[in-house]
């Protein structure tokens, strides 16, 4: 069956960097779309960034661009969230999630997640 599990959330200052993995398995990853999501306390969940199966091709959130960078390792089945200059308000759960054909930024489009990982970021 699909698995996403989720690893490299942690406590961090802000300024300081994190790097999430997502490790995919029981499908054919490289043939498939991927995004990043977080979550925050009380609020909905909401779309970080995603990359293309076929030429990598990545989108960002506007609050993220510039400090975030998307990855993929079709060998190794993963998916990566590199997060640079945290702030207090990058803070959630961060999800990753299979997309569907077109996906990109559509929630309602990715129909795999994984469980999440916290980061926390302290001001």
């Known amino acids: 069956q699909v698995q996403l599990v989720e690893s490299g959330g942690g406590l961090v200052q802000a300024g300081g960097s994190l790097r999430l993995s997502c490790a995919a398995s029981?499908?054919?990853?490289?043939?498939?779309?991927m995004g990043w999501f977080r979550q925050a306390p009380g609020k909905e969940r909401e779309f970080v960034a995603h990359?293309?199966?076929?030429?990598?091709?990545?989108g960002y959130a506007d609050s993220v661009k510039g400090r975030f960078t998307i990855s993929r390792d079709n060998a190794k089945n993963t998916v990566y969230l590199q997060m640079n200059s945290l702030k207090p308000e990058d803070t959630a759960v961060y999800y990753c999630?299979?997309?569907?054909?077109?996906?990109?930024?559509?929630?309602?489009?990715?129909?795999?997640w994984g469980q999440g990982t916290q980061v926390t970021v302290s001001s």
């Open positions: 999630a299979r997309a569907t054909y077109n996906a990109g930024t559509n929630i309602r489009l990715y129909d795999y």
């Open positions: 029981g499908f054919g990853f490289s043939n498939y779309a």
């Open positions: 990359i293309n199966w076929i030429d990598s091709r990545t």
